[in-house]
C-alpha cells in the first residue's frame, strides 16, 4: 500500500520560510518524479515544482528564486524549501509521486501567509 505523508506547513508572516517534507512508504522513490501541488480556495490545484529521477527540477514562474524542490531518495523524502513567502502563497500543498500510469498523492498541508 503506497502511502505519502506531507507535513511542515502552517502559519507564517509574508517574508517569512517553511520546509515541506514528503515521506513515502510502500513504493521506492528514486523510481519515481516527484511534485509539489497546491490549491489556493475557489481555485484548480497546479503544480508548484517538480523533480525528476535524475535531479533535474522544474518550478512556476510564481515561485522561481523562492522555492526549491529537493529529494532525498535514500529517505524516501521530497522536500520543498519556500522562502520569501506571500499571502497568494496560500494553499494547500500536495506531494505527487508518478511514473507511467501510476500516480499517488498525499493528504496535504495547510501553508497559511499573513500580511
Known amino acids: 500500500q503506497v502511502q505519502l505523508v506531507e507535513s511542515g506547513g502552517g502559519l507564517v508572516q509574508t517574508g517569512g520560510s517553511l520546509r515541506l517534507s514528503c515521506v513515502a512508504s510502500?513504493?521506492?522513490?528514486?523510481?519515481?518524479?516527484l511534485g509539489w501541488y497546491r490549491q489556493a480556495p475557489g481555485k484548480q490545484r497546479e503544480l508548484v515544482a517538480s523533480i525528476t529521477t535524475d535531479g533535474s527540477t522544474n518550478y512556476v514562474d510564481a515561485v522561481k528564486g523562492r522555492f526549491t524542490i529537493s529529494r532525498d531518495n535514500a529517505k524516501n523524502t521530497l522536500f520543498l524549501q519556500m522562502n520569501s513567502l506571500k499571502p497568494e502563497d496560500t494553499a494547500v500543498y500536495y506531494c505527487k509521486s508518478w511514473i507511467n500510469r501510476f500516480a499517488a498523492w498525499g493528504q496535504g498541508t495547510q501553508v497559511t501567509v499573513s500580511s
Open positions: 510502500g513504493i521506492s522513490f528514486s523510481g519515481y518524479y
